[in-house]
């Protein structure tokens, strides 16, 4: 298996510019998770699906982000309009869920939002 | 899910055993230790759990103590490629919460 896939690798745009990142999932895991790392911070949960339903989406910053997931096999974070502090390291996750209690992590994408 | 200690840094020398500790005074019963680690610029990786019993797998092993209050994960001969932060985290296996946090962790810097 190639493991979690995200897309960009690197990202750099302005502020107030649309951001879309990508993840697919390992196939057959029905949890996937949307992590956010910055130095001041460490790592923060956003959101997180269940069968491609989002189950908690409390950790999401503000009304400017949000996650979707259309099909098992993909899902994005939207970042719009982009501002400077939300320059960071973003992670996909995915997971087994009830029988397999390990996160396998993505590669990250890396923002930088000028 | 109970809070975790852990020391900021450590160093190993390459080839001997690095043993990370984690204290976990406030664990309950039903939650159970984590290990993962963060390898510069990649994605966490699981590395080992447990419950109450001693654990053992291809990367590491981990030493829970009879009361559950602390823990410790011991690489048995460290590389330079097990430079890394690891982190240690308590939580209750199964059910609906999901959510994995993770604290500071540990940065182990093996040296040559």
């Known amino acids: 298996d190639a493991g979690v896939i995200q897309s960009p690798r690197h990202e750099v745009t302005e502020m107030g510019q649309e951001v879309t990142l990508r993840c697919k999932p390992i196939s057959g895991h029905d949890y996937l998770f949307w992590y956010r790392q910055t130095m001041m911070r460490g790592l923060e949960l956003l959101i997180y699906f269940n069968n491609n339903v989002p189950i908690d989406d409390s950790g999401m910053p503000e009304d400017r982000f949000s996650a979707k997931m259309p099909n098992a096999s993909f899902s994005t974070l939207k970042i719009q309009p982009s501002e400077p502090r939300d320059s960071a390291v973003y992670f996909c996750?995915?997971?087994?869920?009830?029988?397999?209690?390990?996160?396998?992590f993505g590669s990250g994408t890396q923002l930088s939002v000028l | 899910d109970a809070k975790t200690t852990q020391p900021p840094s450590m160093d190993c020398a390459e080839g001997r055993a690095a043993n990370l500790p984690c204290n976990h005074s406030t664990i309950s019963g039903n939650e159970y230790v984590y290990w993962y680690r963060q390898i510069h610029s990649q994605g966490p990786q699981y590395i080992i759990h447990?419950?109450?019993n001693n654990e053992t797998n291809e990367m590491a092993s981990l030493i829970i103590t009879e009361d559950r209050k602390s823990s410790t994960l011991i690489l048995p001969h460290a590389t330079l490629r097990d430079t890394a932060v690891y982190y240690c985290i308590v939580r209750v296996s199964g059910g609906s919460n999901y959510k994995l946090t993770f604290g500071k962790g540990t940065l182990l810097t093996v040296n040559p």
């Open positions: 447990g419950l109450k």
């Open positions: 996750a995915s997971s087994q869920g009830a029988t397999n209690e390990k996160l396998f």
